[in-house]
């Protein structure tokens, strides 16, 4: 056994020498320094690549920016309750997010609902959510509100009107809730009181409760009803009023009361980002309805 060893040993040490003698380690590659993948990069020439295509890119985006801005406008580039021309109440511009949007690129289009959306204030809301892009959902029992007034609507796919009362819950998926469902004259709203304030008290709890659920924003259209009899002129906000909770009004002042507490709590309570909106129309229109065959000439105060 030793003498195995012994001549295996000897082998190997004479092909080692036949091999060179010594060992000698390989020559170091170029760029050793680097990593791999900054090697593998450099060989290919992709960092060139790479260059070049964001240079063609900004230059693309750049000729198109030039362009849109001399041959097309865009719609109003807020997402949220700004740029409608509703009695240009400052609140209701202000309350627009998002800013600017680049140009070239168009504002994302939303999906709104607008109960009592057939009535005079509420069709000429939908005429400007149509025009700025957006899909409409009308929800309307049509107590007041007329179909003729969306009717030029009715063959545009991204309008939609829905023979509902807001009293009874509705599911619907939308970003933005515009709350207008109320009849808005005391001919109207003395006619049945307690359906009134029904609509303003529990279709504003429904409606609050469905932009709870699905994270809308919601809009509530109140009326300067709610100083009652009031001793300042002109009301500020910050004026209480001087109210009659009992009166043949009440059912329309005290429900927009109830509505606008109802709002301010959810906000409050649930952060829903509401906007309530006062005194929004003081107007004579195209779009006035028709008792015994005479036109109301009365100014809508919602």
């Known amino acids: ?5 012994t001549n295996r040993r000897g082998a190997a040490a004479h092909g080692s ?15 050793s320094w680097l990593s791999r993948a900054a090697r593998y990069a450099a060989a290919e020439h992709r960092p060139v690549f790479a260059l070049a295509g964001m240079l063609f890119a900004a230059a693309l985006f750049t000729f198109s ?14 997402a949220g309750f700004g740029h409608l021309a509703i009695g240009g109440h400052p609140s209701f511009r202000e309350s627009s997010v998002g800013g600017k949007v680049p140009l070239g690129l168009r504002r994302r289009a939303l999906r709104v609902l607008v109960t009592g959306g057939a009535g005079f204030v509420g069709s000429h809301l939908v005429d400007r959510l149509v025009e700025r892009g957006d899909s409409v959902i009308v929800v309307d029992n049509f107590f007041t509100g007329r179909k003729g007034n969306v009717a030029h609507h009715l063959r545009n796919p991204r309008f939609e009107v829905i023979r509902h009362d807001v009293v009874e819950p509705i599911l619907l998926e939308v970003d933005q809730i515009y709350h207008l469902a109320c009849p808005a004259s005391p001919v109207h709203y003395k006619y049945n009181p307690i359906k009134t304030i029904k609509t303003n008290v529990v279709g504003t709890l429904n409606m609050l409760g469905l932009a709870k659920r699905i994270g809308a924003r919601f809009l509530l259209t109140s009326t300067s009803e709610v100083y009652g009899d009031p001793l300042q002129h002109p009301q500020v906000e910050t004026y209480w009023g001087n109210v009659n909770p009992i009166g043949v009004r009440s059912c329309y002042d005290e429900g927009k009361r109830t509505a606008e507490t109802l709002t301010m709590d959810y906000h409050r309570g649930a952060n829903l980002e509401v ?28």
Request: glycine letters at 8%.
């Open 65 to 78: 920016s030039s362009s849109s801005t001399s041959t097309s406008s865009y719609p109003a580039a807020s």
């Open 275 to 302: 906007l309530v909106l006062f005194k929004c129309l003081e107007s004579i229109a195209f779009r006035l309805i028709f008792v015994g065959g005479n036109t109301i000439g009365y100014l809508f105060l919602i």
């Open 1 to 5: 056994m030793a003498s195995e060893l």
């Open 17 to 31: 020498a036949s091999n060179g003698g010594e060992y000698s380690p390989k020559p170091s590659k170029p760029l």
